[in-house]
């Protein structure tokens, strides 16, 4: 089974709306760690917000935010105001806290393309 | 700046000809990771080195093999290059420690491999 699964392929959105892009997870550890990460076109993976499973208030970094839905287990990436530059695949990830061999569990990303 | 640097970031080999990436850090990270991502995929972990203790993935290929000779340095040679091995290879450092869930992972810009 999934333990990651990012339902949109590919995304288009006008430049300065808000998107959200979606993620649900699948885990039976209490204690787990979420991530969603960029990757423009030119390779490099750049990290933009964690969420731990414990903590109590969805996590916010500029116009990022997380939209934490523990019980759903859902958590979804929302940017604001997006911008030409947001244009990239976006990848969720996870943390199980029983895996000592630290590893990310991915899902298969979004792309996600901003119209101008 | 502290930074991952992965040399070269475009690599050209010849089937079956050995061929070296390597992958150097300013972090200080204690755990330094080798992924291979293919185009429009999500990153696939090869191995990864918590200090000096090297850790492989049950699918990772024979082909593949890794070196730390320090904390700074980590270097993934592919002993035989096949067609199916063409990828970007992901370097990526973090500081870990048993109890920590925040693995933010630090990624290098990559090493886009093309195999003749």
């Known amino acids: 089974a999934q333990k990651i699964t990012q339902t949109q392929p590919g995304m288009f959105v006008q430049e300065k709306e808000a998107v959200t892009l979606d993620c649900t997870y699948d885990t039976s550890d209490p204690s787990y760690g979420l991530f969603w990460y960029k990757q423009p076109s030119s390779g490099e993976m750049i990290f933009l917000i964690y969420q731990g499973s414990y903590d109590q208030q969805n996590a916010t970094e500029g116009r990022y935010s997380l939209n934490f839905q523990k019980a759903r287990k859902s958590a979804n990436l929302v940017i604001s105001a997006s911008q030409l530059g947001d244009s990239a695949m976006y990848f969720c990830?996870?943390?199980?806290?029983?895996?000592?061999?630290?590893?990310?569990?991915w899902g298969a990303g979004t792309k996600l393309i901003i119209k101008p | 700046d502290a930074m991952v640097i992965q040399n070269p970031r475009y690599q050209v080999t010849q089937f079956g000809k050995p061929v070296t990436l390597s992958c150097s850090q300013t972090?200080?990270?204690?755990?330094m990771y080798w992924y291979q991502q293919k185009s429009s995929q999500a990153p696939k972990l090869l191995f990864h080195?918590?200090?000096?203790?090297?850790?492989n993935e049950a699918d990772t290929p024979d082909n593949f093999q890794s070196r730390r000779p320090n904390t700074s340095f980590c270097f993934l040679d592919i002993r035989s290059p096949g067609l199916g091995d063409a990828a970007m290879y992901l370097c990526?450092?973090?500081?870990?420690?048993?109890?920590?869930?925040?693995?933010?992972?630090?990624f290098g810009p990559g090493t886009r491999l093309t195999v003749l």
């Open positions: 990830a996870m943390r199980e806290g029983r895996d000592s061999n630290y590893q990310l569990i």
């Open positions: 972090l200080n990270h204690n755990v």
């Open positions: 990526a450092t973090s500081r870990d420690g048993l109890s920590n869930l925040y693995n933010e992972q630090f």
């Open positions: 080195y918590y200090d000096k203790d090297f850790n």
